[in-house]
């Protein structure tokens, strides 16, 4: 079980849109559209953005988007704003009801 | 709403469990579509799932832990709880409990930091 992949560092200018690449294996990203997306600023409870490759949960800006061709599964974030920096991290359901996160991409806007 | 929160020490010794407890508040720990997840996040390096608890007490785990991880839940207090043996520095991180639903990890704890050091 390795971690997916995903850039170290995407940046962008407000305003601007950008998009976090994910990539797994036939047996996690590309088997199941179970990929979900995580915000995380420091000090504080990371947080839901995206579930089951494309799903909003409420209270998620619609500035937020999901999607996922074959082994790699996309985020983006459209319109940036400042508050948008943070580390991001996708992860996906493996199979026998283990999941598998990504190395989390920082972005600077 | 339903809020976690992580406690248990912060400095655990080399060889020896680290123990942790997460308290579940606003919420039933017992509703049949929530697991109870444990992921941490070394300094420096990525998120890693450890595993997840029903309360019906099925469990999962990361096959990465060679079986040092347990995790078990008190239904009564409303808790659920990590026990990993045989710690070494690696084992060094921040610690999340979360709540896992639809297949995607949608309440966090701020976390808890474990260090391991003798």
């Known amino acids: 079980q390795s971690a997916l992949t995903q850039p170290a560092s995407v940046s962008g200018s407000p305003g601007q849109s950008i998009t976090i690449s994910c990539t797994g294996t036939s047996s996690d990203v590309g088997d199941f559209n179970l990929v979900s997306w995580y915000q995380l600023h420091p000090g504080k409870a990371p947080k839901l953005m995206i579930y089951e490759v494309s799903k909003r949960p409420s209270g998620v800006s619609y500035r937020f988007s999901g999607s996922k061709s074959g082994n790699t599964a996309s985020l983006t974030i459209s319109g940036l704003r400042a508050e948008d920096e943070a580390d991001y991290y996708c992860c996906s359901y493996a199979g026998g009801s283990t999941f598998v996160f990504g190395g989390g991409t920082k972005l600077t806007v | 709403q339903v809020q976690l929160q992580e406690s248990g020490p912060g400095l655990v010794k080399p060889s020896q469990t680290l123990s942790l407890t997460c308290t579940v508040s606003?919420?039933?720990?017992?509703?049949?579509?929530?697991?109870w997840s444990w992921i941490r996040q070394p300094p420096g390096k990525g998120l890693e799932w450890i595993g997840h608890?029903?309360?019906?007490?099925?469990?999962y785990y990361n096959p990465s832990l060679k079986s040092r991880g347990t995790i078990s839940v008190e239904t009564s207090k409303n808790q659920f709880f990590l026990k990993l043996s045989s710690v070494t520095a690696a084992d060094t991180a921040v610690y999340h409990c979360?709540?896992?639903?639809?297949?995607?990890?949608?309440?966090w704890g701020q976390g808890t930091v474990v260090t391991v050091s003798s």
């Open positions: 979360g709540s896992l639903k639809n297949d995607a990890f949608d309440i």
């Open positions: 606003g919420g039933s720990i017992s509703r049949d579509e929530y697991y």
């Open positions: 608890i029903h309360h019906s007490g099925s469990t």
